[in-house]
Nanobody
Framework: QVHLVESGGGLVQDGGSLRLSCAAS????????MGWHRQAPGKQRELVAT???????NYADSVKGRFTISRDNAKNTVYLQMNSLKPEDTAVYSC?????????WGQGTQVTVSS
């Protein structure tokens, strides 16, 4: 099995920055795609950003120019650098990875942005 563990969440003020990490452990095959999703209270889970093995990235319109996704294949880790955070970014952020032919999710980490 593969286990994903997120870290780096917390409380930050409006306009601040935060860096999330998600590390995979277990029987690691090729990790094709890594990504981040978030779910705010009372709202549907939404895609935040993805990065493919070759480095191609994709971002939700709401975070373009503020968030940056990156990966360290040697560490089986994906990162999400979040800058210029807004209260609207408050949510549980979950890591997703396509490892071999399977999809895995982390348990999520809380990000709270106060004004």
């Amino acid at each position: 099995q593969v286990h994903l563990v997120e870290s780096g969440g917390g409380l930050v003020q409006d306009g601040g920055s935060l860096r999330l990490s998600c590390a995979a452990s277990g029987s690691i095959e090729t990790i094709y795609t890594m990504g981040w999703h978030r779910q705010a209270p009372g709202k549907q889970r939404e895609l935040v950003a993805t990065i493919r093995r070759g480095g191609t990235t994709n971002y939700a319109d709401s975070v373009k120019g503020r968030f940056t996704i990156s990966r360290d294949n040697a560490k089986n880790t994906v990162y999400l650098q979040m800058n210029s955070l807004k209260p609207e970014d408050t949510a549980v952020y979950s890591c997703k990875m396509i490892v071999g032919a399977r999809l895995y999710w982390g348990q999520g980490t809380q990000v709270t942005v106060s004004s």
